[in-house]
C-alpha cells in the first residue's frame, strides 16, 4: 500500500502561481509513476501531467503545457505540481495518484490515490 497526502491547494486569483505538494508514504519503492489529476465541479476527472519515478520522464496534457510543471522528489518521496499562469477554469479539486506498473494519461491504470486539494482561481 501507498498513502498519498495532497497539500498546497486554495484560493488564487488569475495569472498567479501555486506549487502543490503530494507526500508519498507506505511501499514508495513499488511507485513506477505518479500523476496529477482534476476534477472541476460537474465535469469528470480529467490527467493533468505524470512524472516517471526513477528518471523523472514527464508528459503533459495539451491545456497545461508551458504553465504547469511535474516534478518529484524521489529522496523525500513527494511529488510536485508547479503551476503558473493559472486560469479561471484551472479551478478543480487536484488529485495525486501512483501507478506500480505504467506512465499513463488512463485514470484506472493508477493503483492508489490521494484525497485531493483544492484550487480556486478567482477572475
Known amino acids: 500500500q501507498v498513502q498519498l497526502v495532497e497539500s498546497g491547494g486554495r484560493l488564487v486569483q488569475a495569472g498567479g502561481s501555486l506549487r502543490l505538494s503530494c507526500a508519498a508514504s507506505?511501499?514508495?519503492?513499488?511507485?513506477?509513476?505518479a500523476g496529477w489529476f482534476r476534477q472541476a465541479p460537474g465535469q469528470e476527472r480529467e490527467f493533468v501531467a505524470a512524472v516517471k519515478w526513477v528518471d523523472g520522464f514527464t508528459d503533459y496534457a495539451g491545456y497545461v503545457k508551458g504553465r504547469f510543471t511535474i516534478s518529484r522528489d524521489n529522496t523525500e518521496n513527494t511529488l510536485y505540481l508547479h503551476m503558473n499562469n493559472l486560469k479561471p477554469q484551472d479551478t478543480a479539486v487536484y488529485y495525486c495518484?501512483?501507478?506500480?506498473?505504467?506512465?499513463?494519461?488512463?485514470?484506472?491504470?493508477?493503483?492508489?490515490w490521494g484525497q485531493g486539494t483544492q484550487v480556486t482561481v478567482s477572475s
Open positions: 495518484a501512483v501507478s506500480k506498473a505504467v506512465l499513463t494519461t488512463t485514470q484506472t491504470l493508477y493503483d492508489y
Open positions: 507506505g511501499r514508495t519503492g513499488s511507485i513506477y509513476a
